[in-house]
């Protein structure tokens, strides 16, 4: 059973940086695409940022420069560096893989950007 499993998540005060990590189990294969979506509270789900297989990313625009994304195809693990957080980037944080045909999402992390 494949499985999506991510860590790294918490409170960082404004200005503070955290990272991101989803390590993919059950299979041998490499996830097409890997990334990040977010959820605040009343809101809908968005993407924060995908990378391939190939190397293709996208971003969102309210977090190119600060949010960095990076892959290790080997190991089917996806990070995601969060640097210059403002308090607008809380929200609860979904793994995301597709593999072939099938998306997979993680359990949420909760990242919480406040004084």
């Known amino acids: 059973q494949v499985q999506l499993v991510e860590s790294g998540g918490g409170l960082v005060q404004p200005g503070g940086s955290l990272r991101l990590s989803c390590a993919a189990s059950?299979?041998?294969?490499?996830?097409?695409?890997m990334g990040w979506y977010r959820q605040a509270p009343g809101k809908q789900r968005d993407l924060v940022a995908i990378l391939t297989n190939t190397g293709s990313t996208t971003i969102a625009d309210s977090v190119k420069g600060r949010f960095i994304i990076s892959r290790d195809n080997a190991k089917n693990t996806v990070y995601l560096q969060m640097n210059s957080l403002k308090p607008d980037d809380t929200a609860v944080y979904y793994c995301?893989?597709?593999?072939?045909?099938?998306?997979?999402w993680g359990q949420g992390t909760q990242v919480t950007v406040s004084t």
């Open positions: 059950g299979t041998s294969f490499s996830f097409n695409s």
């Open positions: 995301y893989g597709q593999l072939i045909v099938r998306e997979y």
